[in-house]
């Protein structure tokens, strides 16, 4: 009896140190930082890649363990440039990269010492590609986040299957929670040998929603190593204590256009929604159906416009490069940047929910209107009080508005829009 109150008391207080995660301050500090920035680089780069046909192809073409490790050998990006991939990043107006650093085939993309099955021992590159884009982004001034698969189709104590990998054949047993002493291990290496670490991206959870993850054990080492790194996990779900930031894919946040994402809700954390160029993550040499120029600097305006950060990723290519396809709208979004930027960068979203026309952004003293899509030459707010001044931005020139009941009144002459974003600047009453 007394053994069993005991165990009570020691399971609450568990639960009563999960729910009470207290971010350190430079936690909170690191949020800010990742709100005020807005745009991120994701990469899904591994041995997938030298197949051409994304990152799921594993699982796609229902190939076993032996049969996947036989494209290792064929990995050897003898072209990376880790310097030209920070550059193409900091050229698109991107503030933080997101790299694979093992993705669900479970292969790492740097020297562990947990297995084999990793870029240093099983490729002919030999070289770990975590440490030389580590050490690239610190040259550069640009933040890492590690995207980090929990679910893997790889390690035989990935036991009882959940609802993917099935046909990896590996043998039935295994513990899953020497599996998550191994996965804590691979975290440990990258948390302690890597640098600073902006952030841990998880993703794959989803595939036993209902395993016990022991999340408190990893978060909370997470943030014992690196306190002001952020955690967040793709889990669909509602943020869990631990976590530091929520992000949504292929949506933006709380709109349930994707499946998977039927159950995620809103939280209070920063925000960041992920999507393609084409329709792929990893390398796919068949997909030419791209997003343009247009649709993805509008996707981050209404991310800014939803208070949320966009990671848009590429899935370079297995010699290393970066198809053209990509470079060029990357350069076409930094361009758009260099000149917008500042309605952009260090905002949060306006005091307009966001609109089918558009969105509203705001920082201090000042509420930008984003009219993505409008056909008419007056556009009506609901109405905004406190407005002392209104031009377009950039460049400045008058632009008219009228209050009326219920409504603040914008008018967009023909000869002032702007087919991506015609930005309109209010200067608001503090
Ligand atoms: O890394 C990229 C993708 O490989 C990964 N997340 C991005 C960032 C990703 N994995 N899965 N998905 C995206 C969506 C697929 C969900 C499904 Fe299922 C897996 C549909 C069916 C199997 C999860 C499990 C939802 C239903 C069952």
């Known amino acids: 009896m007394r ?5 009570l008391l020691l399971a609450l207080a568990g639960s009563v140190r999960a729910q009470s995660y207290r971010p350190a301050p430079e936690n909170l500090a690191a949020r800010q930082w990742f709100e005020d920035n807005r745009f991120g680089m994701f990469i899904h780069w591994g041995v997938y890649s030298v197949l051409g046909d994304g990152e799921w192809v594993m699982n796609n073409r229902q190939m076993t363990v032996a049969e996947y490790e036989r494209l290792a050998p064929r990995f050897d990006p003898e ?7 920070v550059a193409l990043a900091k050229s698109a107006g991107m503030r933080y990269i997101t790299f694979t650093t093992k993705h669900h085939d479970g292969f790492a993309m740097w020297r562990t010492s947990r297995n084999h099955w990793n870029i240093v021992d099983a490729t002919p590159y030999r070289k770990d590609v975590v ?21 893997d189709w790889h390690n035989p104590d990935y036991f009882p299957l959940g609802q993917t990998g099935h046909a990896s054949d590996r ?3 295994g513990d899953f929670n020497k599996y998550l002493d191994f996965m804590n291990a691979q975290l440990r290496e990258l948390l302690t040998g890597y640098g600073p670490i902006a952030g841990v991206w998880f993703d794959g959870m989803w595939d036993k929603p209902d395993a016990d993850w022991h999340l408190e054990k990893t978060y909370s080492m997470i943030h014992a190593l690196q306190p002001a790194a952020l955690v967040g996990s793709n889990h669909h779900r509602a943020p869990y204590p631990g976590e530091d930031f929520q992000m949504f894919e292929k949506d933006l946040p709380g709109q349930h256009t994707q499946e998977f994402n039927g159950t995620s809700t809103i939280g209070s954390l920063p925000l960041e929604t992920c999507d393609t160029i ?9 997909d030419t159906h791209f997003k343009s120029s247009r649709e993805l600097i509008q996707y981050l305006v209404r991310a800014a416009g939803d208070n949320a950060n966009f990671l848009l990723n590429i899935g370079p290519k297995p010699d290393g490069t970066i198809q053209p396809e990509f470079v060029e709208r990357l350069h076409a979004m930094g361009a758009w940047l260099a000149r917008n930027g500042d309605t952009i960068y260090g905002t949060r979203g306006g005091p307009v929910p966001p609109r089918n026309w558009g969105v509203t952004t705001r920082k201090a003293g000042k509420v930008y209107v984003h009219v993505l899509d409008w056909p008419d030459e007056v556009l009506a707010l609901p109405r905004l009080e406190g407005i002392r001044g209104a031009r377009l931005f950039p460049g400045g020139a008058k632009v008219e508005t009228a209050q009326v009941p219920g409504a603040t ?11 991506v974003d015609t930005i309109v600047e209010l200067d608001m009453a503090e």
């Not at 053994?3 to 165990?7: C, N, P, R, T, V």
């Not at 084409?278 to 068949?286: C, D, I, L, P, V």
């Open 79 to 85: 072209q990376f440039d880790p310097a030209a991939w």
């Open 131 to 151: 440490k030389m884009l580590a050490e690239e982004c610190r040259r550069q001034g640009i933040k890492l986040f590690l995207y980090h698969s929990q679910l």
């Open 171 to 173: 043998p039935p047993g």
């Open 409 to 419: 009144l914008v008018r967009l002459p023909a000869g002032a829009r702007d087919p």
């Open 278 to 286: 084409n329709g792929a993550w990893g390398y796919n040499s068949k």
């Open 3 to 7: 053994m069993k109150s005991l165990a």
